[in-house]
Structures are given as structure tokens and as C-alpha cells.
């Protein structure tokens, strides 16, 4: 990884993140409704923090399976970092 630039390294972050919890159950490509949960509780702790609800989380979860199939591939999931990290730039702006 030494010889990419930073925005190369947390691209590959990003992904071994992701396959890193897609591995757990099922589908190795895709996250299950538990795996994004805990990928959720995991990584993104701030997030949950915030969202005081956890019925809130679960809705956003069901939302991310953009093409129905009960499992969140990696595609649906830059879904959610790209809201994530919008919402992040947002905070840190102001
Ligand atoms: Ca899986
Ligand atoms: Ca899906």
C-alpha cells in the first residue's frame, strides 16, 4: 500500500472494511441485515450514537438494499459512506 496516494489507501480501506464483514454469513459480496449492523456498531459508532433510535438504523439499513435482494452489496453500501461522509463534512464545516 505504500506507494498509494491517500485517497487510494481509503478507497482500499473502505473495501476491505466492507469485505471484512461481508464475510461473516451468506453471500461473501454482500452484507446481510446482521453484518451491516454490526459493520454499523463497529466502524461507524458515532453514527448509532446519534440516531438515539435504533428502529432509525434498521429503517436506514432496509433502504440501502437498493435493488431488493435482502442483502447490501458494495455499490448499496457507498451508498451509505457517501451520505455518511456528507453528513460528517457537513459537521465538520460548521
Ligand atoms: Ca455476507
Ligand atoms: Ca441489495
Redesign the pocket.
Known amino acids: 500500500m505504500s506507494d498509494m496516494n491517500q485517497l487510494e489507501t481509503a478507497m482500499v480501506l473502505l473495501m476491505q472494511t466492507f469485505d471484512k464483514y461481508?464475510?461473516?454469513?451468506?453471500?461473501?459480496d454482500?452484507?446481510?441485515q446482521a453484518?451491516a449492523k454490526t459493520l454499523l456498531e463497529k466502524e461507524l459508532p458515532g453514527l448509532i450514537k446519534a440516531s438515539k433510535n435504533p428502529e432509525k438504523v434498521e429503517e436506514m439499513l432496509k433502504s440501502l438494499d437498493l435493488n431488493g435482494d435482502k442483502?447490501i452489496d458494495f455499490s448499496e453500501f457507498m451508498v451509505l459512506v457517501n451520505c455518511v461522509a456528507c453528513n460528517f463534512r457537513e459537521v465538520l464545516m460548521n
Open positions: 461481508a464475510a461473516g454469513q451468506g453471500n461473501r454482500a452484507l446481510t453484518e442483502e
